[in-house]
C-alpha cells in the first residue's frame, strides 16, 4: 500500500510564476490536509479537503492561494504570482474518514524555492 | 486547541533511554495527546496517541499523570537513527470533522550521539 505521494519533490519558481503542488492520498483515504513549514518552524495548517469539498480553508493566505481535490485525481495546491515568502515545505496528509485516532499519514513535501 | 510546551533541544547517547517531557495546562476534557517525529527533509511520522495513564507501542511509551497538564514521551535504548524533531500535539479528535488541523510547535530536537 503506497503511502502519501507529492510531487514535484523540489520546485523552483521565478517571482510571479505559479506553483502547482500535487498530493495523492493514501489508497483508502478520503480526507487531505495541506500544511507549510518555514526552516526551523513547526507545519502550520492550511486546508482541509474532502472529495470535492473544502471542509477548513481558515489558514489559507486570502489572496493567491486555491486548493482543490477533484473527484478524480490528485488533490493540488496552487499558488499563482508567488513571492520570495512563498518558499517553504509544503506538506500533505491524508487520513481514513472520521475516527478515534489523531493520526495523519504524511508525504515526503515539496520543496517550494522562489528566486 | 490547547498551547503546548517542550524542551527546544536535547542530546542523548546512543543506547540510553530518552524521555522528552511537554506541558499543556489547559488540555481540555476531550483532548488527546500524540506525538509525531520527524526526519529532516521528510514529513511527520504518528509515534503514540493517548488519552490518560500510560500507553505504549513497538516504537515508544507514553506516561500521563492523572491531571493532564503534561505528558512524557519515552524513547527505550535510543540509537543514531532516532535524531530527529519530535512534536507534541494536543486536540479533540473527535470534533465533528474528524482528526484534522494538527497543531504543531517548534518542538524538540533530539540528537543522538555516538
Known amino acids: 500500500n503506497a503511502g502519501v505521494m507529492q510531487n514535484p519533490r523540489h520546485l523552483v519558481r521565478r517571482r510571479g510564476q505559479e506553483a502547482r503542488l500535487r498530493c495523492s492520498p493514501m489508497?483508502?483515504?478520503?480526507?487531505v490536509y495541506w500544511y507549510r513549514q518555514l526552516p526551523e518552524e513547526g507545519l502550520k495548517f492550511m486546508v482541509y479537503l474532502q472529495k470535492e469539498n473544502i471542509i477548513d480553508e481558515s489558514g489559507m493566505p486570502k489572496e493567491r492561494f486555491s486548493a482543490e481535490f477533484p473527484k478524480e485525481g490528485p488533490s493540488i495546491l496552487r499558488i499563482q504570482q508567488v513571492v520570495r515568502g512563498d518558499s517553504a515545505a509544503y506538506f500533505c496528509?491524508?487520513?481514513?474518514?472520521?475516527?478515534?485516532?489523531?493520526?495523519?499519514?504524511f508525504g515526503p513535501g515539496t520543496r517550494l524555492t522562489v528566486t | 486547541l490547547a498551547k503546548t510546551t517542550q524542551p527546544i533541544s536535547m542530546d542523548s547517547y546512543e543506547g540510553q533511554e530518552v524521555n522528552i517531557t511537554c506541558s499543556h495546562n489547559n488540555i481540555a476534557t476531550n483532548d488527546y495527546i500524540t506525538w509525531y517525529q520527524q526526519f529532516p527533509s521528510q514529513g511527520p511520522r504518528f509515534i503514540i496517541q493517548g488519552y490518560k495513564t500510560k500507553v505504549t507501542n513497538e516504537v515508544a511509551s507514553l506516561f500521563i499523570p492523572a491531571d493532564r497538564k503534561s505528558s512524557t514521551l519515552s524513547l527505550p535504548r535510543v540509537s543514531l537513527s532516532d535524531t530527529a524533531v519530535y512534536y507534541c500535539l494536543v486536540g479533540d479528535s473527535n470534533s465533528g470533522a474528524g482528526s484534522y488541523q494538527l497543531t504543531f510547535g517548534k518542538g524538540t530536537k533530539l540528537s543522538v550521539i555516538p
Open positions: 496528509a491524508s487520513s481514513p474518514p472520521p475516527g478515534t485516532s489523531y493520526e495523519q499519514y
Open positions: 489508497k483508502g483515504h478520503s480526507h
